[in-house]
């Protein structure tokens, strides 16, 4: 039986754990051609010894997505590797919460390095390839806290910021076959929200509590329900839906 990305080539970044490998799981087990880029050498390590285990053949390189040249070397070696470069998913993302009159420059330049210069580059550098190929998906991932969160004003900004970016890609890219979307998580539980809570001084199993207390389907979100969305955004049938951002948060957000 023919499984939904057969022929297809994923690049995902920050897919070593949480989300990203989550995306990245659900792109082999559908029959794609899977690489990720990741800081983590360590976790790049472990999510390759483990997808070999399950049979799933994988490309991985230590990548730092801020560093431009860097970014343009591993989208360079992807095509070479595989021969093209199909979807893109914007995923490396790192959290340095504070309070704004605690925030530091270093807090706030981070985020916004990772999340939005990163994407800007790896996008920058795959669309040179999806352009000639006149095929591209790039699904960026956002968050609910692109509506604003205490304590969050460098995430919350970065992540609008990258609903922002899907947008204006969307309009520039689309006539070369190219549709660039985001998909806006909720509560998830990866390692982030542990770390989180941790900061927090929270118990995690209460801190999960409190969360899904707020959650109108009474549950805490997972990875795959994440890779569900990027992956129904990354169809070749979903090539009329464009510049669109999809909550993905088990209840509607404003």
Known sequence: MAKRFNGRVALVTGGSRGIGKG???KFAEEGAEVAIIDINEEGLNETKKEFLSEGHEIYTKRVNVINAEEAEAAVEDVVSAYGSLDILVNNAGVIRDNLLFKMTDNDWDQV????????????????KYMVK????????TSSTTALGNR???NYSAAKAGLQGLTKTLAIELGKFGITTNAVAPGFIETEMTKETAQRMGVPYDDFVKFSVSNIPVERSGEPEDIANAVTFFADEESSFVNGQVIYVAGGPKD
């Open 23 to 25: 995306v990245a799981q």
């Open 112 to 127: 916004m390095d990772v999340h939005l210069k990163g994407s800007f580059n790896t996008a920058r550098a795959a669309q």
């Open 133 to 140: 190929q006149n095929y591209g998906r790039i699904i960026n």
């Open 151 to 153: 304590g969050q004003s």
